[in-house]
């Protein structure tokens, strides 16, 4: 008796294991917010998991169409063109514009999405080259048109008060995205997932054994190579540095995150890195810690949990918060 019910438990463990799927990689790629977004996904229903990357990537396009500053027809297009500078908006948008207020807060005004003009005057915006760097009587005329105390959320109502012109949302945008592109997928049930604009990544739990995704950062001074790896499990990454865009005048680089108490290019940092469990959070408070202070940003992330940082100082020395964690490879 005890031979055949052991007999019995062997062969319904050999069935079950034979019934049990493998775990299939998935991956597609697709051209949004002018740069490539990339989703991968294990899940053992090929047919699901390519149904969960599909929404996924309609929900970057939703926000790219309905939220991009560059985009024709998008909110915030239409706000910077509107001649009331004035438009409805939803839930949505509200809770967008209070999280881009609390950055602006947290950085005592050095994060600011109104610095399209300052932007335009150094040629990252529109498409006419620069050939000189900006006079200060220019910048100094551009900087009365950059404050983001000047919008303003009435009811269901966005407005932008005079004399700040516009918002860019370039700082911050795809990070929101990939967010909620990831929430689209968990509610579909992907249990593992690797999202990624480049700059912005986000992922769902681990990779299949138990295994965490892995990300090499950029060595700033020679992009190709890498000073180290990151660890991500269920966890976002956000990166701003000084080499991804930038203008060049007689020869010298100058890059796009600018001071805008300065006009000028921040001069004290070569790249920041921002961990934490939100997309949107890591994308924008990568570029308010690079406007910031070192030792105020420092001093933020060692008192608020959840977030981590490592930042590359202008003289290629690497600090970190207390618990940033990174396999060195330099």
């Known amino acids: 008796m005890i031979k055949k019910l052991s007999l ?44 969960a990357i599909n929404a996924a990537f309609q929900e ?38 209070h999280s881009l207020n609390e950055a602006y807060t947290m950085s005592k005004g ?5 610095i399209s003009p300052l932007l ?3 040629g ?16 100094k005329k551009i900087q009365k048109e950059i404050d983001f105390s000047k919008v303003k959320i009435d009811g269901h109502k966005l407005k932008i008060e005079a004399p700040v012109e516009m918002i860019d949302t370039g700082s911050f945008l795809k990070g929101y995205a990939l967010k909620e592109a990831r929430e689209k997928m968990i509610k579909m049930g992907i249990k593992s997932a690797f999202l990624t604009s480049i700059s912005s990544i986000t992922t769902i739990g681990e990779k ?4 965490p995704w892995r990300v090499g950062l950029q060595d700033p001074n020679n992009l190709s190579e890498i000073i180290g790896i990151v660890s991500l499990n269920n966890e976002s990454m956000g990166v701003s540095g000084d080499y991804q865009t930038f203008v060049e005048i007689h020869g010298k680089k100058y890059h796009h ?16 890195v ?18 910031m202070p070192i030792d105020d940003v420092l001093n933020y992330v060692n008192t608020h949990k959840s977030i981590e940082v490592l930042i590359v100082k202008s003289n290629s020395e690497i600090v970190t918060s207390k618990n940033f964690k990174y396999e060195k490879v330099k």
């Open 8 to 51: 019995i438990m062997v062969l319904v463990l050999l069935f079950a294991a034979c019934g049990k799927k493998e775990m299939q990689k998935l991956e597609a790629e697709k051209f949004l917010f002018g740069t490539y977004i990339k989703i991968m996904a294990y899940d053992n229903n090929p047919k699901e998991g390519k149904e």
């Open 60 to 97: 970057i396009a939703r926000i790219d169409d309905k939220f991009n500053s560059k985009r024709p027809g998008s909110l915030i297009y239409k706000l910077n063109t509107s001649p009331t500078k004035e438009v409805e908006v939803d839930d949505e948008g509200i809770i967008l514009l």
């Open 110 to 114: 050095k994060y600011d999405v109104t």
């Open 120 to 122: 335009n005057l150094w």
């Open 124 to 139: 990252f915006v529109e498409d006419d080259e620069v050939t000189e760097v900006p006079s200060s009587e220019a910048i």
């Open 208 to 211: 299949p054994g138990n295994k």
């Open 257 to 272: 995150i600018l001071d805008k108490s300065t006009g000028y290019p921040v001069t004290d940092k070569k790249m920041v």
């Open 274 to 291: 921002v961990v934490t469990d939100d997309a949107f959070k890591a994308d924008m408070y990568s570029t308010a810690f690079f406007l």
